[in-house]
């Protein structure tokens, strides 16, 4: 036996080394730009970006020189130490999340972990107002450990490792039932994901994130906002909270926010942070190599002016899929995009799409999900719309389902 991969036989190898979780649809070896590729040398294009994470695509020459850069210079310290490099990327979060002076930010190394440290705030803030309950949506996804999972009611993904924590409720993502959840005093915590991702791409309903707002600061409860797939201009805003115009608590950060890089972030806005020294810390978490690479990748998206792009090129996107075979609608922001089926034929279309080089994710049987880098263009808008119509085409050839999604209805969240 050797160590090195054969690229014939690597499914076997992943099947004997690695924990079987799925996954595993093909070996990538390179990037570039939009375009990944595999072992044999097919050219992918990439726009499903790490599920939302590479923001500026693979091998952004403003990625690679950062991560070089941090890396030939200062890898990594304890938190023992600050560093230049944590402090520049804590003061350019807190500059474009609006947290004003009180705002401070913890760096973890994923979503889970900033959302572990969510609970954790909920918990110390829960303790100091004498509210013991988290409420959480369902449908929504904030994560695969324990805190993080409690927060995560999809029975699949729960139910094989009860216990979870205690003290967490669930609510329908409706204005009636937030009412009804507050009306018992008893809330310390409400997290949201301001469009839910992980359940195929699902807005709030309109006026839910103003209303949360409004309940949590009458309730004394903290409103904070999972921004882990939605943030760092996913949406077309920094943050998809921004569109509603409140300011939450707290937001979790993570995918996108290095680009590719592993890091996560819970930023706190006003003067709701209760933590002191000894009540939360992490090995890795903001060391220098990774905020040095956030930092260069925010600075990039902000300087490059990408936030318009990911505006315009959502909106061709949305256009470019609209009266294909099968479709019904979009939904979500900028190009965090979900496009509704009319039959449950998304993992099928997501094969098709792999085949015909392109790469799409599917959260539920009929969405697929989008999240392609931030620096897209026509070519990359012009190839995906070729590849996915003949990935639809296909799959309606052999489908049993009805491929027409004409007279049905499109959600449109604002683009
Ligand atoms: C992906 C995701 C997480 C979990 O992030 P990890 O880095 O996988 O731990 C949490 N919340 C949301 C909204 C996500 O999309």
Redesign the pocket.
């Known amino acids: 036996m050797t160590d090195t991969v054969d690229t014939r036989t690597w499914q076997h190898e992943a099947c004997r080394d690695l924990l079987n979780l799925g996954g595993r649809l093909a070996l990538l070896v390179r990037g570039e730009g939009s375009h990944v590729w595999d072992a044999d040398g097919t050219r992918y294009l990439d726009f499903l970006g790490g ?1 939302a994470v590479n923001a500026l695509g693979h091998a952004h020459p403003v990625f690679v020189d950062a991560v070089a850069r941090q890396a030939a210079t200062l890898a990594h310290v304890s938190n023992y130490f600050a560093t230049p490099q944590q402090l520049e990327l804590a003061a350019r979060v807190k500059r474009l999340a609006g947290t004003g002076e009180h705002g401070h930010v913890f760096f973890a190394n ?4 900033a ?1 572990e440290t969510a609970v954790k705030l909920a918990r110390l803030h829960g303790h100091a107002t004498g509210k013991k309950t988290i409420v959480s949506l369902t449908g929504a ?4 450990t324990m805190g ?1 999972l409690s927060l995560t009611p999809k029975p699949a993904y729960q139910d094989p490792f009860r216990p979870l924590l205690p003290g967490v409720a669930h609510i329908d993502p409706t204005i009636e039932a937030l009412e009804r959840v507050f009306a018992d005093e008893s809330v310390a915590a409400l997290v949201v ?1 301001p469009i839910q ?2 359940a195929g791409v699902v807005p709030l309903p309109d006026g839910f994130l103003r209303r949360a707002r409004a309940l949590a600061t009458e309730h004394g409860a903290l409103l904070i906002v ?1 921004e ?2 939605t943030g760092v201009g996913r949406t077309g805003e920094w943050f998809a909270f921004q569109r509603e115009g409140i300011v939450p608590d707290a937001m ?1 950060l ?2 996108g926010i290095a680009g590719g890089f592993p890091l ?1 972030a819970l930023v706190t806005f006003g003067d709701n942070d209760l933590f002191y020294p000894g009540t939360h810390n992490s090995t890795f978490g903001g060391n220098p190599l990774a905020t040095a690479v956030g930092s260069a990748v925010l600075a990039e998206i902000e300087d490059a002016g990408l936030l318009a792009n990911v505006t315009q090129r959502g909106i061709q996107l949305r256009d470019a899929v609209c009266g294909l075979p099968f479709v019904t609608g979009t939904r979500g922001a900028g190009l965090l995009i979900g496009i509704t089926l009319s039959a449950p034929v998304a993992a099928e279309v997501r094969d098709a799409a792999q085949r015909r080089g392109l790469i799409v994710n599917a959260p539920t049987a009929d969405v697929i999900r989008i999240a392609p880098a931030y620096t897209i263009g026509d070519a990359e808008v012009d190839e995906f719309t070729t590849a996915f119509a003949a990935a639809l085409a296909a799959v309606a050839a052999t489908s049993p389902h009805p491929s027409s999604g004409a007279g049905a209805d499109t959600e449109e969240t604002t683009a």
């Open positions: 599920i994923s979503g889970s972990e959302n996804f904030h994560g695969r993080s994901e991702g992980e999972d882990v797939q979790s993570a995918k996560g």
